[in-house]
C-alpha cells in the first residue's frame, strides 16, 4: 500500500509500506474517505512547529471499516466511522474517566500521524488502510445522513472547539462566550464559535485580526470583531484563546469574569507568565493541555446532524486524492482531501 510521508518541512512523497494485518479480536482496519489537516499541520509543513519528521501523517479523517476481529461488535465492515487521533482502550482508569488521550494501556501521548510526538508508530492516516487497535472502544459511526467531508476534523479539532465551550455550556446555560482567534489553532477557535452558538450561548464573541476568519466565524452565527487580540472588549463568563502567544493568553484570562472558565487550545511553546494575583482574586479557572478527543466525538456529531452546526464553513479548501500532496503544500487553514 502507499503511505503519505512527512520528511522534512515542506517536504511530503507517497511510500510504498506493508499493509498492516489484524493482529487481535478486537482490531479493525479503515480506510479513508475524507482526510482533514490538523491546525498544527500547516505550521509543520512551514517549519513552524518543532515536529519535523521524518513520520507517517495525519490524524484527522473519516474511514470505511474493511476488516474486523472476532470480537468487535459495535462496528461492522463497510460502516463510516470517524477516527478519534489518539489511542485508546476503552478499559482502564483514565479512558473510563473520560480521559481517553492519557490511556494507561499505551506510552503517553500514543496518536495517529505525529511521529515520535505519538508514542509508538501508529502510522498515519493518509494511507491506503491504517490498522485501529481497539475498534469497539474508538470507533464512533456516522449518523446517516452527515457528510463524511464537513466532520472529516471530528478527530480531533471539533472535540478540541468543544471542549472549550461545551462542558462549560452545560454547567452555565445561555453564559456569553469570547475566543480570541488567531493563527496558532485557527479552525479550533472557529470550531468552538460555532459550538457555543449551537449550544445555546447568549452572545458568542469572535475577536481577530483576519477578515477571512472574521467571516468565517459571522457564518457560524458570531458576533466578529476585527481588532487585536488585547482588544477589551467586556468580560466574559467563558472565554477561549487559540491566537498562541503570550498576548493572546493573558488577555483571555484578564476577559474571563468572575468565577469564570478560561481555556487555552493553542500550543505554547515557551513560557508564558500569567497573571495569577488576578485570577485568584477573580476565582477564574484557567486550562490548558490537549483536548480528550473520544468522548467529545458523538456530542459534535449529534449537534451537526441535528442541523444546529455546520463545521464545513470552517473549511477553506477542499482537494481529491490526487491533488492531497500539492494542496498541503500551499498550507491552507482547514483542507479536507477527499478519496
Partial sequence: MKRLMLTGPGELRWEEHPEPQLGGPGQALVRPIALATCD???AVLRGAFPLPGPYSFGHEGVVEVVAIGDDVRT?????????PFQISCGTCRACLRGRTGNCTSHPPLSSYGLGPLGGLDWGGLWADLALIPHA?????PLPPGIDPVAVAS????IPDGYRAVGPQLADNPGAEVLII?????????LYAAGLAVALGSDRVVYLDDSI????IAKSLGAEAIEGPRDARVGRFPITVESAGGATALRAAINATAYDGWSTSVSVQLTDVPL?????YSRCCTFHTGRAHARPAIPEVLDLVAAGRFDPSLVTTRTANWDEAVD?????????VAVR
Avoid: Y
Avoid at 154 to 157: E, F, L, M, R
Avoid at 181 to 189: D, E, H, Q, V, Y
Fill in 40 to 42: 498544527i499541520d500547516p
Fill in 75 to 83: 462496528v461492522a465492515v463497510g460502516d463510516r466511522v470517524v477516527v
Fill in 136 to 140: 469497539d472502544a474508538m470507533l464512533v
Fill in 154 to 157: 471530528a478527530s480531533d479539532n
Fill in 181 to 189: 482567534g488567531g493563527p496558532a489553532a485557527p479552525s479550533i477557535g
Fill in 212 to 215: 477571512e476568519r472574521l467571516e
Fill in 275 to 279: 497573571p495569577i494575583f488576578e485570577m
Fill in 327 to 335: 494542496a498541503l503544500l500551499e498550507t491552507p487553514m482547514k483542507l
